[in-house]
């Protein structure tokens, strides 16, 4: 597609559950970020990809999230053993810059996410 | 570590009306700066950035001056339309590494 796709676009679970987000960036961007943003809260970097490393996975608030990215394309945010505090909207934004230099990102719409 | 501070929202204009949405930051050496807008339903697009001190972006009538005195990249703009009631976001990408550090964001409704 034209710009990043993200799904599910929502997501509602049980405490306990494990769920998995989607992203597809733009095709032959190189670089790959997840943010978090939280009710009344900026962004939360969560992780960055070149390709199919990650160089810098320092965001990642626990060791219940983790992601990985296949192909130097789709990426999957995964959640385990959700909390109510997991609630936010995850997003993900794509660079076509091999050192993520200039700084302008291309963003999904987002994946809300409600824990109950 | 980077942060940056955004005033406080929501901000609500008459339409013409001139705006200024305060951003200042915290970094080492020389950060790169952006403002990035969220309009309703979308995802955030970079609205316009500025790479060294004095640097001047702008685009779709709104300006930042990178401001390195009183690390400030305030957003204005002359006259608002209904069109531009969005969230704006600044934000920095440091000297190492390639994150953007964003502030809070800031809600912008124009009223007609």
């Known amino acids: 597609g034209a710009g990043v796709s993200q799904s599910p676009s929502n997501k509602v679970t049980e405490k306990g559950k494990d769920v998995e987000l989607r992203c597809d960036p733009i095709?032959?961007?190189?670089?790959l970020y997840w943010y978090r943003q939280s009710l009344g809260q900026g962004l939360e970097f969560l992780i960055y990809f070149q390709g199919n490393s990650a160089p810098d996975k320092s965001g990642l608030p626990s060791d219940r999230f983790s992601a990985e990215r296949t192909g130097g394309s789709v990426s999957t945010l995964t959640i385990q053993r959700t909390q109510q505090e997991d609630s936010a909207v995850y997003l993900c934004?794509?660079?076509?810059?091999?050192?993520?230099?200039?700084?302008?990102?291309?963003f999904g719409e987002g994946s809300r996410l409600t824990v109950l | 570590g980077n942060s940056v501070t955004q005033m406080e929202g929501p901000v609500t204009l008459s339409e013409e009306a001139f705006l200024t949405i305060n951003c200042t930051y915290t970094a080492t050496g020389y950060p790169s700066l952006f403002w990035y807008v969220q309009y309703p339903g979308e995802g955030l697009q970079l609205l316009l950035k500025?790479?060294?001190?004095?640097d001047k972006g702008s685009n779709k009538g709104f300006e930042a001056t990178y401001r390195k005195e009183t690390t400030s990249f305030h957003l204005e703009k002359g006259s608002v339309q209904v069109s531009d009631s969005a969230v704006y976001f600044c934000a920095l990408k440091g000297t190492s590494g390639s994150r953007l550090t964003f502030g809070e964001g800031t809600q912008l409704t124009v009223n007609p």
């Open positions: 500025a790479t060294k001190a004095d």
């Open positions: 934004a794509s660079s076509p810059s091999t050192d993520g230099d200039t700084g302008e990102l291309f």
């Open positions: 095709s032959g961007h190189t670089a």
